[in-house]
């Protein structure tokens, strides 16, 4: 029993009917492949194929996620920088209140940011954008990551909290400034390790490198995992007078 | 596989060869020919003439947007890709 072809016709009957055709497409090149080793290998690959199929849905919801985190991304992170000097004026000690200069100077910069990015971003040749994009999408994934991985520490923090919900104490911005910038550090320095095993190249092609971005990557970690080991008691509601 | 598909735009290649060219495995490739197809950066057709036995192969090239496509990205150099062949003599007039 020829078991390569076999198993890539169980997969490829699961295909959607548009894509039917990619499937006999794979199909008919296995005929053509004779060695046993190097069909086992392309069957492997195809079948991951036909049971993930790229949808031209999720596709074109990816451009349009790239489209605006390349540039509401950056413009947040920049508008975080902006607001930094603010925040350092203010006292990273002391909490800030919705409502003062620096989340003004945040929001502010935000959208002065956002439209500088948008015009970038369309204003340029038809060539650059494709690799500036790539870049500033990459800039907008490691912010929004940041964001994503410091919210629910930031709603426990509120929501255990009653006094910053009454406004006797006021949120500590700076805290979360910090605790934002280890996550998004860790995925910036992380991009090349994901995209070279994306794209089946050796990570060990440069082994130096390869070695100070996992020392760099294991000090973000750390960092990060001990950060919030120190707060956990305040964004759990049970310390008071947390510092 | 912009590259490797531009090198000869009017030939068809099939899925197999491109692999072996790109050193790309199926499971990479094919995800990229869907979406250079949904982008109507690659045109498709099957086989014809082939021997008994055998099933018709699922053919590719580059569209015209295509090739424009691979241009702006650089991957297309601005001589013809005729001219980076190994040839074995000069042509006609070469020194």
């Known amino acids: 029993m020829d078991w390569p072809a076999w198993i890539l016709a169980a997969a490829v009957r699961r295909m959607p009917d548009e894509r039917g055709a990619w499937g006999a497409a794979m199909q008919a090149e296995l005929a053509y492949i004779r060695q046993p080793l190097k069909r086992w290998q392309f069957v492997s690959g195809c079948v991951r194929v036909a049971l993930f199929p790229p949808d031209p849905q999720g596709s074109r919801m990816n451009a349009w996620l790239k489209h605006w985190l390349s540039v509401f991304g950056p413009a947040a992170v920049l508008a975080l920088v902006f607001a930094a000097p603010a925040a350092v004026e203010h006292g990273w000690d002391q909490p800030i209140r919705l409502g003062n200069l620096t989340v003004g100077i945040l929001t502010g910069g935000w959208l002065i940011f956002a439209v500088i990015f948008t015009l970038i971003v369309y204003r340029r040749p038809t060539s650059e954008p494709q690799r500036m994009r790539e870049g500033l999408m990459v800039f907008g994934a490691a912010a929004l990551f940041g964001v994503l991985a410091v919210g629910p520490f930031a709603f426990m923090e509120v929501y255990n909290n009653p006094r910053i919900r009454s406004g006797e104490f006021a949120f500590p911005y700076g805290l979360f400034h910090g605790m934002w910038l280890f996550p998004t550090m860790l995925f910036l320095a992380a991009t090349p390790i994901v995209r070279a095993v994306r794209a089946e190249e050796s990570v060990l092609a440069h082994p130096i490198s390869l070695a100070l971005r996992i020392a760099l990557l294991t000090l973000l970690a750390a960092g990060w995992l001990f950060m919030l080991w120190d707060q956990m008691p305040c964004f759990l509601g049970g310390v008071p007078g947390c510092d | ?95």
């Open chain 2, 1 to 95: 596989v912009l590259r490797s598909l531009a090198e000869d735009p009017t030939g068809w290649r099939h899925g197999y060869d491109l692999c072996q060219q790109t050193g790309l495995k199926a499971g990479t490739l094919y995800p990229i020919l869907i979406r250079l197809a949904d982008r109507n950066w690659l045109e498709t057709t099957w086989e014809t003439g082939i021997s008994a036995g055998r099933p018709p192969r699922h053919l590719y090239r580059l569209t015209a947007t295509g090739l424009e496509q691979a241009r702006e990205a650089g991957v297309v150099k601005a001589r013809s890709s005729k001219a980076g062949r190994l040839r074995l003599r000069p042509r006609m007039g070469e020194s």
